[in-house]
């Protein structure tokens, strides 16, 4: 293939994908949905996926805009957020492919391969046959890259038209529009959970009986947890960021994490850790130091990474209650420990 016809079909490729990203959910009923496409413009005008979208004339392209922008904006966010996904995915495929030939040439050293991949990622390998091998590959990952850049800008924009994102969101330390769009686009309409109990289980932190909600292999009590992997890993990155962003969830946590300290102590276990660094920090911020042991003993520790996920996942949980209250204007009248305010969950319902 020449490379005047390379460059017109990564450019057609490249013009394909960015009609596709704007593909749109229409609902045409109970029951139906219909898929349009906003970007069709953005084909040429004798495409034949341009025709098909269109409908061959100017007034079936007017009525697609029109509908498209009376959408209402959780569904757009939710569409949105799956091509984000999907892209991503794709992304990170190249990527694990093109650093797998890298260990090839380097022998199967991990360390020499990274060193390899950056040096692909800079244009200094110098390996014309490695160049060669993975041009389609990182041609590939780089205009996906792009693509998924853009839905992102798009995915933060819908976000940012929220009321929830004004009224409350947009002040939240940690929380951005992006993080915004990921947790609509995972949850979807906040509204429709009648209770935050319900919306926690949603997000992988609910409580089923008395244990956490969690991946399990057996099929009855998989479908009876409706644990989602993938989801809990959202909201897991969203809470390392509130946590780290200091503010009112910050101060949830370190109440919390004392809290944990404390019925550690109601149980009969010490609060250890197998590093000094680890104790030293926990001390600089004002909390018993833990135990230093070589080993920890679940009969006789409690570990402090076991207090650190069982606070962080209280502070999630307080986000999505905040959340949800946010989203339907519900008072937020309760006092929290940490300085946030938010009412207390229905009857019943507890954190």
Not at 149 to 163: N, Q, S
Request: include cysteine.
């Amino acid at each position: 293939m020449s490379t005047t016809n390379s460059a017109q079909v990564g450019q057609s490729a490249s013009v394909t994908l960015a009609a596709c990203v704007d593909l749109r959910i229409v609902s045409g009923g109970e029951g139906h949905s219909s898929i349009v496409a906003q970007g069709a413009s953005a084909l040429p005008a004798n495409h034949a996926s341009a025709q098909t979208i269109n409908g061959g004339g100017e007034g079936h392209r007017s009525s697609v805009a029109q509908a498209a922008r009376a959408l209402p904006a959780v569904a757009l966010i939710v569409e949105t957020y799956r091509l984000r996904q999907d892209l991503h995915r794709a992304e990170k495929r190249l990527t694990l492919q093109v650093k797998a030939t890298c260990r090839r040439y380097s022998d199967g050293d991990k360390g020499e391969a990274d060193k390899l991949y950056k040096r692909l990622l800079a244009g200094t390998a110098g390996i014309a046959a490695l160049l060669v091998h993975l041009l389609p590959l990182l041609a590939a990952r780089k205009l996906i890259e792009t693509e998924r850049g853009r839905v992102e800008r798009k995915l933060r924009k819908l976000a940012r038209t929220l009321p929830v994102w004004g009224e409350w969101m947009a002040g939240v330390r940690g929380v951005s529009d992006l993080g915004l769009g990921i947790l609509i686009g995972e949850a979807g309409d906040i509204g429709r959970f009648s209770n935050p109990a319900k919306l926690w289980k949603r997000m992988g932190v609910g409580l089923v009986g008395d244990s956490r909600q969690r991946l399990v292999t057996d099929p009855e009590l998989a479908e009876l947890h409706g644990y989602n992997p993938a989801r809990r890993s959202a909201l897991w990155t969203i809470g390392d960021a509130i946590i780290k962003a200091g503010g009112p969830y910050r101060e949830v946590y370190d109440a919390r994490k004392l809290r944990e300290v404390e019925k550690a102590a109601e149980d009969g276990l010490l609060v250890a850790t197998s590093t000094a660094a680890t104790a030293d920090a926990w001390e600089a911020t004002g909390i018993p130091r833990p135990t230093v042991v070589s080993k920890i003993d679940q009969k006789l520790h409690r570990s402090c990474g076991h207090i650190h996920l069982r606070a962080k996942r209280y502070a999630e949980k307080r986000l999505l209650r905040d959340l949800w209250r946010a989203w339907r204007r519900e008072p937020m009248e309760e006092e929290r420990p940490g300085g946030v305010t938010a009412p207390a969950g229905p009857e019943g319902v507890n954190l």
